[in-house]
């Protein structure tokens, strides 16, 4: 999936001292990917 790579990026940097967790930045992701894609894909992961 093309559009998961700008989230992959963006993760990178620390996020508030904690380690991100998988659930949570996958929770993250679909919320950055922005509402033509999760329409798109039917509201993808919610």
């Known amino acids: 999936m093309?559009?998961?790579a700008k989230g992959k990026r963006r993760k990178q940097r620390p996020?508030?001292?904690r380690p991100p967790?998988?659930?949570d930045a996958r929770l993250r992701k679909t919320a950055q990917i922005g509402?033509?894609?999760r329409k798109q894909w039917g509201l993808?992961?919610?």
């Open 15 to 17: 996020n508030a001292g």
């Open 44 to 46: 993808n992961g919610t």
């Open 35 to 37: 509402a033509k894609q």
């Open 2 to 4: 093309m559009a998961g």
């Open 21 to 23: 967790d998988r659930a």
